[in-house]
């Protein structure tokens, strides 16, 4: 990297929570009588509103000539005492940052329980998400469930498919050989909004269904072989949550033989968060986020796919034939250029930082490219360590605008030789009206004005 002056490119933030309570009520009922066209531009019409209002927030420029006031008088943070130490016995951020939040979409749901809140992606750093911050989907709300009392239950199909069926609680669980793992994991329908056209103004919208922390716990494998499972007729999982909506999902045991799958208990170096399954979920890296059944109570052996609610009906593809199909778990190679971004504004002309996320649900990210011309020429952007198999990986790249109007993407490999598609090339297989696993490229139009806005390129 060339030394650059950080001074040239400066650039506002994405605005965060730009649609009240009674804008939010009115997109929803006009959503519901079926005019998107509405809902887009309620978008659009809030975000340039809030675009001034982030242009106030992160003023106080250094001055052009003269002496900075913020070096010549001393603040009072440097004159005086401090607060005492664990004022808060569980630390929080700093008041300055309270506007990096999740967020729910206006009129994507009709009830709150059953519902999706966006990972503000555009605000983050490195891979790992905050665990206040992991996006949520929830089938009937959320719940914080005494672990004294939870149970996991291990049972089989039938009599000779496990030979000791067992009961455990929390506690037994963690006295176990524990791993701490790095993996992401992303809803199935991640990006389902922009299937048919662009939908929403900003990444922590179009992609915000993800997050990626450590996980840590018991990899299954380890409780099967406690209970005793016949692992030659007993090819698959069935996960059950204890939550209202009765999750229950299909896992394929070569998952479980590889070690991958785990019991999990922690997050982040501390338990579990209740949105995000406290005390037990089940972390089954490189599937898309419902197979994490959330209040783990029971693991099922049997012989055969269970084609259960959530994955018979619920979480399948509407292929252009009109057919669906099933169990396409797989959550394919995908990234987001998350810096610049829609709902961003580029200030100057100049140097500036492309940064943004890469993943797979196959293995490693090997490389990404990057346009900053539509698709017509790419660059190799740098991969930030560590790079690690189904997990979030960092890439940035150097960029100079020269005021003019561009389209930014990302187009992201792995180490599987599956290579991120165009939105053509995704059409041409699955049209566009399906709802899961959109994993096309994502454009970004910087207007002269140094406004990002969403675009799709076809």
């Not at 199909?325 to 797989?330: E, H, P, W």
């Not at 198999?389 to 561009?406: M, N, Y």
Request: proline share 6%; with cysteine.
């Amino acid at each position: 990297m060339t030394q650059q002056d950080p001074r040239s490119g400066r650039l506002i933030k994405a605005p965060e929570n730009f649609i009240d309570s009674e804008g939010v009520r009115t997109v929803f009922r006009e959503g519901k009588a079926g005019r998107r066209d509405f809902v887009r531009g309620a978008f659009a019409a809030a975000l340039s509103g809030g675009a001034v209002s982030a242009v106030h927030a992160q003023a106080n420029p250094v001055p052009a000539a003269g002496g900075d006031a913020n070096i010549l008088n001393l603040p009072a943070h440097t004159t005086g005492l401090g607060q005492p130490v664990a004022t808060d016995g569980y630390g929080k951020p700093s008041r300055f940052e309270t506007n990096v939040q999740r967020r729910p979409s206006p009129g994507l749901t009709q009830t709150a329980q059953a519902s999706v809140s966006f990972a503000p992606l555009q605000s983050l750093f490195g891979i790992v998400t905050p665990s206040g911050l992991h996006f949520e989907r929830h089938h009937q709300g959320w719940w914080d469930v005494d672990p004294s009392k939870h149970r996991l239950m291990l049972n089989g199909g039938d009599e000779k498919m496990m030979k000791r069926p067992l009961v455990l609680t929390v506690d037994e669980i963690m006295r176990l050989p524990s791993v701490s793992r790095f993996h992401v994991i992303e809803c199935g329908a991640n990006t389902g909004m922009e299937w048919g056209n662009v939908a929403v103004p900003t990444c922590q919208y179009t992609h915000g269904m993800i997050s990626c922390s450590e996980f840590t716990g018991v990899p299954l494998k380890i409780l099967l072989d406690m209970a005793g499972v016949d692992y030659k007729r007993g090819r698959y999982v069935l996960a059950e949550g204890a939550d209202g909506s009765s999750m229950t999902r299909t896992i394929p045991m070569e998952m479980v033989e590889s070690g991958e799958v785990l019991v999990a208990y922690g997050q982040n170096g501390e338990m579990l968060r209740p949105e995000n399954g406290y005390p037990l979920r089940l972390v089954v890296p490189g599937v898309q986020g419902v197979s994490w059944v959330k209040y783990l109570r029971r693991i099922e052996v049997g012989d055969k796919p269970y084609a259960a609610k959530d994955e018979a009906i619920h979480y399948i593809d509407l292929m252009p034939s009109g057919l669906h199909r099933q169990y396409s778990n797989t959550q394919e190679v995908k990234s987001v250029i998350t810096t610049p971004s829609g709902g961003q504004v580029l200030l100057d002309k100049g140097y500036y930082q492309i940064s943004g996320l890469a993943w797979s649900g196959r293995g490693k990210i090997k490389r990404v490219d990057v346009s900053v011309d539509g698709g017509r020429n790419w660059k190799t952007a740098r991969l930030q360590d560590p790079v690690m198999s189904k997990c979030l990986s960092r890439f940035s790249l150097d960029w100079a605008w020269d005021g003019k109007p561009t389209i930014m993407q990302s187009r992201a490999m792995d180490d599987t030789g599956h290579v991120q598609p165009n939105y053509k090339q995704l059409r041409a297989v699955r049209g566009s009206r399906s709802i899961y696993h959109n994993n096309a490229i994502q454009s970004w139009l910087v207007q002269e004005s140094g406004e990002v806005k969403n675009v799709q390129l076809s």
